[in-house]
DNA sequence: CACGATACATAACACTGCTATACCTAGCGA
DNA sequence: TCGCTAGGTATAGCAGTGTTATGTATCGTG
């Protein structure tokens, strides 16, 4: 029987895969083309690194949507708690569309095959702050026969309609300040909140006092 | 000074500009790839058919983008007004997610770049009907000290996140029906609507009752 | 009927993502 | 220390894309 030692040669550079995304990224948020070669050629390396980290230029997508839902998460994960977990709630809303105003081609990117990601895992991570401050909600007594994951599903679907349709340019950019937080209100108060005080509790965490 | 008599020769074919916009549309519903070249070989003509009645693929895809607004707009058309005004709103709401079910590829070109369309007004047809049907809710006192036009873009924008989340697979196809009334229920409340009563209303419409 | 402007067909261009091939560098065993 | 080897990287070419230049056919007009 043949019983060959394989050795273990040269590794790819970690630095160069994180270099493509970021390059990507950045080409992205500068409303660029992101081709193939222009990414290359910004890097420095050759078109066929794409293929050696990421398998091809959907693999690569994959890996910028998967940054932009890390970048998200962080972003969230900023948002310190408070003893209203309401305002909480408005507050990650808030950090969540302030990250997708910022660079609103990356928010785009991450939503165009958002299913099938690398790891999945990184994106549930910015949702589970939702309903982490969902369920401190029902805790409270704020929020009544609510099931906390239905809560903060229903937020961030709301925002993420009135976000794109602010992004893509349908309605004007002043429509996010005027319907999110009048959203977050009708959805946290269906949830049982008290109307008054819920809205009092979204507008602090929308303005980010 | 030349004073030339310009003659008026043959015009394009009203038909095979038709026939490029169905056939784009016929393409993307079956998630085929909507090239230049294949869709002038299915229509019977050469690729520059395109470009005469609509200066390239972008023109193109405006004028898809118009068809979809207008089927949408169609579909709406279709639903027949009540004297509940509330349930006509989650009707409307349910024939637009049915619309955009029944072709998710239509349904998310039609949104990749919306605020550019040939004719806007196309669009804004179908919108109207769901500020009528704000404002009629208005009239009848279901809705106090509401915008008729911000209820509607409220209702809109979270029935679009929600749609969006399903046909991107981020959200299980069942979320529509468990989130979207639910949503709707929400903002027509948050309206002035009575909750018990809201809610019987949206059943109603959304089961198409 | 003849003219001429224009819709449409054909072919070539620049660009895209991708792949086959050559090189060459990193790491192990002798 | 040195040679071997496996895999990362560079180069060149491929099929396919949208676009454009050029030729041809056709219709409305005088």
């Not at 019983?3 to 990507?24: H, Y």
């Not at 910004?42 to 890390?70: I, K, N």
């Not at 969230?76 to 990250?99: F, H, I, K, M, Q």
């Not at 660079?103 to 910015?126: K, S, V």
Request: charged share 20%; with cysteine; proline share 7%.
């Amino acid at each position: 029987m043949l019983c060959i030692v394989r050795q273990v040669p040269r590794t790819p550079d970690p630095a160069v895969r994180v270099a493509l995304i970021e390059q990507a990224a950045a080409m992205l948020v500068a409303r660029e083309p992101v081709t193939l070669r222009a990414l290359a050629g910004r890097v420095g390396t050759s078109t066929m690194a794409v293929y050696t980290h990421f398998d091809g230029m959907p693999g690569l997508w994959g890996a910028v949507r998967q940054e932009g839902f890390a970048r998200l998460a962080r972003g969230l994960a900023e948002v310190s708690p408070s003893d209203d977990p309401v305002r909480d709630l408005a507050a990650l809303g808030a950090a969540y569309a302030a990250n997708a105003v910022e660079n609103p081609a990356l928010y785009r990117a991450m939503f165009d095959a958002a299913a099938d990601l690398p790891d999945p895992g990184a994106a549930g991570a910015g949702f589970a702050l939702l309903v982490d401050a969902a369920q401190r909600a029902v805790d409270a007594g704020r929020f009544v026969d609510a099931d906390p994951a239905a809560v903060a599903t229903r937020f961030w679907a709301s925002g993420h309609g009135v976000l794109l349709l602010v992004l893509s340019g349908v309605l004007p950019d002043d429509a996010l300040d005027e319907h999110s937080p009048a959203l977050a209100t009708a959805v946290f108060t269906a949830a049982g909140d008290d109307p008054e005080r819920c809205a009092a509790s979204v507008r602090a965490g929308w303005a980010g006092s």
